[in-house]
């Protein structure tokens, strides 16, 4: 009986030396994290990693203690993980049991996810975080913001859709441009074409009709001998009708 007793004493002590150490590693994480917080001139991403540090720690030794879980994920959000973060937050908002809690974690979700520009996530995890605590003013700045980069993304989608939009129109114009002036240009080259191959056409008309009436030397000689020989023969015909009236004239003087 009385080493059952003691058994039980021991077992008791142990667990207390083992609380009071993972206590001890949430403590240390605890003001590691309030001191880099105390600095509002930058961000001491080491110190939230020390912090991290013990909190790893502590849920070593006693796995799925939601508030050291929550303290873990503030953590890595404060060492910009923001992907880490969302999926601790997105986690731990189905684990914890309290609304307020609830909306905590959520709150702390749409952060992470705004960070890194999923805007669209970040508004309905606020939303939900206002549905468990609608009266928290910080979500609901958080969401006023988040929703007005929402509708600065729209404009700026429309503005780029304008600006696409324009630039197709200003391409089709000039390409319609560019083919008129393309179309324009193959007109004159085939008028011009047309206009050269008429005066070819003329050229070789024209050297035609002069070869044709170019005479050859031969040609020349045997046409400038057939006039002399025409000649003589037109000279010897007027000497006979001249000799033939001269004998009729003296055959009448003698009759």
Do not use: C
């Not at 030397?217 to 001998?225: H, I, M, P, V």
């Amino acid at each position: 009986m009385k080493q059952t007793v003691l058994f039980i004493l021991m077992m008791l002590f142990t667990l207390t030396v083992f609380s009071q150490n993972e206590r001890k590693f949430i403590r240390k994480g605890n003001e590691i994290y309030e001191e880099a917080v105390k600095d509002t001139t930058r961000i001491d991403t080491s110190k939230f990693s020390l912090a991290e540090t013990e909190y790893r720690k502590a849920l070593n030794k006693k796995p799925g203690n939601e508030k050291w879980e929550f303290n873990l994920a503030d953590a890595l959000y404060k060492q910009m993980r923001f992907e880490e973060a969302e999926q601790k937050f997105a986690e731990l908002h189905k684990k914890l049991e309290t609304p307020e809690e609830k909306a905590r974690a959520l709150h702390n979700l749409g952060n992470s996810q705004l960070m890194q520009q999923k805007i669209d996530e970040s508004i309905e995890s606020y939303k939900n975080a206002l549905r468990k605590n609608p009266d928290d003013i910080e979500t609901k700045y958080n969401l006023a913001y988040a929703q007005m980069l929402k509708k600065k993304q729209q404009q700026q989608q429309k503005q780029q859709q304008q600006n696409q939009d324009q630039n197709k129109k200003q391409n089709k114009d000039q390409q319609q441009q560019n083919q008129d002036n393309q179309n324009q240009q193959q007109n004159q080259d085939q008028q011009q074409n047309q206009q050269n191959q008429q005066n070819r056409d003329q050229n070789q008309q024209q050297k035609q009709k002069q070869q044709q009436n170019k005479i050859s030397r031969q040609d020349a000689e045997q046409l400038l001998q057939a006039l002399q020989n025409d000649e003589r023969d037109i000279q010897k015909k007027v000497k006979k009708e001249k000799a033939a009236k001269a004998r009729q004239s003296n055959v009448e003087k003698e009759w």
